[in-house]
């Protein structure tokens, strides 16, 4: 076991992603990004995902290591070659930040209009696969060192009550918010059933972030916090021995930022 930890941060191309790898590299941590978007080799990276240059750019440049790997969120195989190359290269992951979402053309839809093949390739990437991705990281861990896992949520999937507008007029859509409430089980299933082993996991919902995606899908939003924003609570959450006794819990990134991160940002 190498004395560098590891993480892996998932969709790290741009946005909260990206912000995150970052922040972890800053943090000392060696940091494997990953992208869907199939393409040119990385200068300086192993494994091709166009469009991670920047985000391994910007981490060598500041000292840090990365490595950067293609991985479909609906591709199943990638995915475990994601695991198998990040223990090649450095023998361990520590920290799995499962930020990354599917997010085809037809998210923005209303419930009739949500087509069962869009439905069924939003829970693949968001439930299926993100769940399948974390069990082999798991796997990697389990007996060896401890991991702590943080998954990024949304508020989108907490709240069972009608919201007070559909989708497309400031509300999230149904698929959207039915696969994040998914996935937010996912933690506290791991707390109960693994935390006496090492393996601590989080739900962070980041709130509302001005990102590339929200800015696509919403538009400007007026009080939107930046993407270090998160990147600094999910760091906080990966490292501090403080963060242990949120293992398995909800949280929003707003709170533990004025909380625990504010100081000396
Ligand atoms: N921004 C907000 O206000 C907000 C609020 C609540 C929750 N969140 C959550 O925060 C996370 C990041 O959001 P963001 O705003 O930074 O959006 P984003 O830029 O769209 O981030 C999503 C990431 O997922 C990757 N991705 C897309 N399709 C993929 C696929 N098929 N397989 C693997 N990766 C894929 C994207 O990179 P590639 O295209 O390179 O693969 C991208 O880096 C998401 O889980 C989102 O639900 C965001």
Request: charged residues 15%.
């Amino acid at each position: 076991m190498s004395d560098k930890r590891v993480a892996v941060v998932t969709g790290a191309r741009r946005g909260i992603g990206k912000a995150t790898a970052l922040a972890m590299a800053a943090a000392g941590f060696r940091v494997a990004v990953t992208s869907s978007n199939p393409g040119l080799p990385v200068a300086g990276a192993k494994g091709t995902a166009a469009g991670l240059s920047s985000t391994v750019d910007a981490i060598t440049a500041a000292g840090g290591e990365a490595l950067a790997l293609p991985m479909d969120l609906l591709d199943r195989a990638s995915i475990g070659r994601v695991v198998d190359a990040v223990i090649a290269q450095w023998g361990q992951i520590d920290v799995l930040v499962n930020n990354a979402i599917y997010q085809g053309d037809t998210l923005q839809c209303t419930v009739m209009d949500s087509a069962p093949d869009m439905l069924e390739r939003v829970f693949l990437g968001q439930v299926v696969n993100t769940t399948y991705l974390t069990q082999r990281v798991i796997g990697a861990a389990l007996g060896r060192h401890p991991l702590r896992v943080i998954n990024v949520g949304s508020a989108g999937g907490r709240f069972d009550d009608a919201q007070a507008h559909p989708v497309g007029q400031g509300g999230t859509s149904f698929v959207y918010a039915a696969s994040k409430a998914a996935f937010h089980k996912l933690a506290p299933m791991l707390h109960t059933e693994l935390a006496h082993a090492g393996v601590h996991a989080f739900t962070m919902n980041p709130g509302l972030v001005q990102t590339e995606a929200l800015t696509q899908f919403v538009g400007t939003v007026p009080g939107a916090n930046p993407v270090e924003m998160p990147a600094r609570v999910i760091t906080w959450l990966a490292t501090a021995p403080e963060a242990l006794i949120l293992s398995g819990t909800y949280q929003d990134a707003v709170t533990l930022y004025e909380r625990h991160c504010s100081v000396g940002a």
